[in-house]
């Protein structure tokens, strides 16, 4: 998975699978699912995301690798 943020634009894209995207539903204002031809989730996309999230902090937390806290 990779979190890619783009400033210039301020939306943040959730990159969950290296599969490409072939459907796209806007879910909410601005939040738009990305899916593969099978229909699995491969990606989210969120506009301005610096009024919807808060991004100076990532925590990572129960995965398989140590506990982890970025910030901005």
Known sequence: ?????????DS???DLSSKPSTESQE?????VLDYDADR???GIDIDNASKK???RELSLSKLPI???TIAA
């Open 1 to 9: 998975m990779r979190l890619n943020y783009y400033p210039d634009t």
């Open 53 to 55: 999230l808060e991004l």
């Open 66 to 68: 140590e506990f982890q």
């Open 12 to 14: 943040l894209y959730i």
């Open 27 to 31: 879910v909410s204002e601005g939040i």
């Open 40 to 42: 699995n989730l491969v």
